[in-house]
C-alpha cells in the first residue's frame, strides 16, 4: 500500500484544506453553505464532503508523480534556522541542502515517506 505524502482537498470555492499530523482535523464552511473537513494527517484519509458539491482530492500517495514533481507538493514545517519564528510550511524543492542534512540528522521522529522523500531529494541535487 502506497503511503501518503500529501492529505488534503480543495471545496468548490477554492479553499484548500491540508492536514499534516495524524490528529490535524481542519473544517471549513464553504461559500456554498456546506460544511467540509479534512482529517488523518499523512496516517489515514477522513473527509465529510458533500456529495452534490464535491470537493476535489489533492492528495498524494508514493509512487503517484516523480520525484521531480513531488518535491514541489511535499512540504516541512519550520519555526525557522533558531526556532523563535511562527510555523510556516515550505516545500521540499525549496528547503536548503544544509536545512535538509540537519532535518535528517536531528528530527527521528518524522514520518519514515519525508525522511525517504528528503533523502531523494538530496540525490536529486546531486
Not at 522523500?117 to 538530496?122: F, K, N, R
Amino acid at each position: 500500500m502506497s503511503r501518503l505524502l500529501r492529505n488534503a482537498i480543495q471545496t468548490p470555492d477554492g479553499t484548500i484544506l491540508e492536514s499534516r499530523s495524524v490528529h490535524d482535523y481542519k473544517e471549513y464552511e464553504d461559500a456554498n453553505g456546506w460544511m467540509y473537513i479534512v482529517d488523518g494527517g499523512l496516517e489515514y484519509l477522513r473527509r465529510s464532503v458533500n456529495k452534490n458539491a464535491p470537493a476535489e482530492d489533492l492528495s498524494v500517495t508514493e509512487g503517484d508523480l516523480p520525484h521531480s514533481e513531488l518535491r514541489d507538493i511535499a512540504t516541512w514545517g519550520t519555526y525557522g534556522k533558531e526556532g523563535d519564528e511562527e510555523l510556516k510550511y515550505i516545500k521540499i524543492s525549496e528547503m536548503t541542502t544544509g536545512h535538509l542534512t540537519a532535518c535528517l540528522r536531528s528530527q527521528s521522529r518524522m514520518y519514515p515517506q519525508t525522511r525517504e522523500l528528503m533523502e531523494e531529494e538530496l540525490k536529486y541535487r546531486e
